[in-house]
């Protein structure tokens, strides 16, 4: 559990009020050190022993592991609650896809091709899954090593290796290591062996125990050896020990603050369900329910979409809408005869209403005023959507500079804000009260656009 300032102004020297860490007490100091507004270093009086306590006890319950290197790093862990309603979740659970050296040369090449590819454009994000997961399974070394090095020449993602072989594991792991690749699993039949391995070229590990309870001496030796980037599975083989397992270390992690198991997760739908339904409802519930990686046998368009829109929207932070920069976009290729509307800056009404626009074939300028993401008229109730601010808005985005005409067309949900709107521009613009839904725009759009130019 996290330390209070109180607590922390106990192990403080009390040099009140010398003020060398910047802050005018040391209380004041310690407040700010709880709450991660500075460092431990920032006093000069700490002895180094006080100051590697104070780092320890300031750690966040859970360790953040990275896999992988430059612009395709996946970071897990470092959730800082259970329920995603007491804060946020952090960093989205890394979706791999398992590939077995005893499959065709064909089917490799397709789910190497799936795993580079297959993504999807959503309110302006880009989905896809996160990494390969090479999995030894055809006792031949050689084929194995084959794989690793076919991926890794052909893409530039991390990945996970999964071998029981150490030597083989080890071998791939020479191949890839500038990658930062998962190496699993570590046991406690070979941590002895593997330990030293592992600190040649240091890389994130991931450790299995045959329960929960297993992991926790394995942990203990991992961070006596100076190896803190472990990924847990508990080793639950089952949809419902799974659950129980996840929920578990994530509650003994955060609820009581025990270090050993202070570490991301995997999960392994893969290995829990045969049938590509079943194993893409396990992976769902594991968005859910706690996993730092996630390993699919395989996915499709349909299976990966809604995974990655479900995992999308529980780790995105409930505390801040989701919205879009204040400015006027351009949809298609417009012209200072193309029609201008304005909208507020929830992502989702701007997707709506640039995807409408697009729809119709009519290029548009689609001025987007910032409401604090809300809908227009969440916006319009709450006062931040009102025909003065608007009006400010429209002066200062400067589509003005863009339009020979002055035709202002708004939303139908906020038709109330017209007169205070054409006061707010000086009635230079002309106000147009548009459709109340996207849906209405594909009728009155393009014969606004028509007339507009006529
Ligand atoms: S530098 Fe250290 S001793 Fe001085 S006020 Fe800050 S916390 Fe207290």
Redesign the pocket.
Same mark, same amino acid.
């Given at each position: 559990m996290p330390i209070s300032g109180s607590a922390i102004v106990k192990m @403080?020297?009390?040099?009140? &009020?010398?003020?060398?860490?910047?802050?005018?007490?040391?209380f004041?100091?310690?407040m700010k050190l709880a709450s991660g507004g500075t460092t431990v270093d920032?006093? &000069?009086? @700490?002895s180094e022993e006080t100051k590697a306590k104070l780092v320890d006890l300031l750690a966040p319950p859970m360790k953040l592991v990275t896999i992988g290197s430059g612009e395709n790093k996946l970071k897990i862990g470092n959730e800082e609650v259970v329920y995603r309603h007491e804060k946020t979740y952090c960093h989205p659970p890394g979706i791999a896809l398992l590939i077995s050296d005893k499959e065709s040369e064909t089917e490799i090449d397709e789910k190497i091709k799936k795993i580079k590819e297959m993504q999807f454009l959503w309110i302006g994000l880009t989905l896809k899954a996160d990494l390969p997961a090479l999995y030894f399974e055809s006792g031949d070394k050689g084929k194995f090593l084959a794989l690793v090095k076919k991926v890794y020449q052909s893409t530039d993602m991390g990945m996970i290796l999964i071998s029981e072989d150490m030597d083989a594991l080890f071998s791939a792991r020479d191949i890839c290591a500038d990658r930062q690749p998962l190496l699993y699993p570590i046991t406690k039949e070979n941590v002895e062996t593997a330990i030293p391995k592992i600190k040649e070229k240091p890389t994130p590990v991931g450790i299995r125990g045959g329960d929960v309870e297993e992991l926790v001496p394995l942990t203990l030796k991992l961070k006596e050896a100076g190896i803190e980037d472990v990924v847990l599975d508990p080793g639950s083989r089952n949809l419902m020990e799974a659950i129980r397992d996840q929920t578990f270390i994530r509650r003994a992690t955060i609820k009581q603050g025990f270090r050993p198991l202070g570490y991301p997760t995997a999960a392994f739908p893969c290995f829990i369900a045969k049938d590509g339904l079943k194993e893409a409802m396990a992976a769902s519930v594991f968005v859910n329910k706690f996993a730092g990686i996630i390993v699919l046998s395989d996915f499709s368009q349909h299976s990966l979409l809604p995974l990655l829109i479900q995992r999308l929207n529980i780790y995105t932070d409930p505390r801040f809408p989701m919205a879009v920069e204040e400015k006027y976009y351009e949809v298609l290729e417009p012209d200072e005869y193309s029609p201008v509307l304005v909208t507020s800056n929830w992502a989702l009404t701007y997707f709506l209403v640039s995807s409408a626009v697009e729809a119709t074939k009519v290029a548009a300028y689609v001025c987007v005023k910032d409401a604090e993401g809300l809908g227009v008229l969440t916006a319009w109730a709450a006062g931040k959507f009102g025909g003065d601010s608007v009006g400010a808005f429209i002066k200062k985005c400067g589509v003005a500079d863009r339009v020979k005409h002055r035709k202002l067309i708004i939303p139908g949900k906020a038709a109330r804000i017209k007169g205070e709107l054409e006061d707010a521009l000086n009635l230079e613009w002309e106000i147009i009260v548009g459709p109340k839904e996207t849906t209405g725009l594909g009728k009155f759009f393009p014969e606004f656009a028509k007339k507009l130019r006529e």
């Open positions: @403080l020297p009390g040099k009140r &009020p010398c003020k060398e860490c910047g802050f005018p007490t040391c004041a100091f310690a920032k006093c &000069p009086y @700490l």
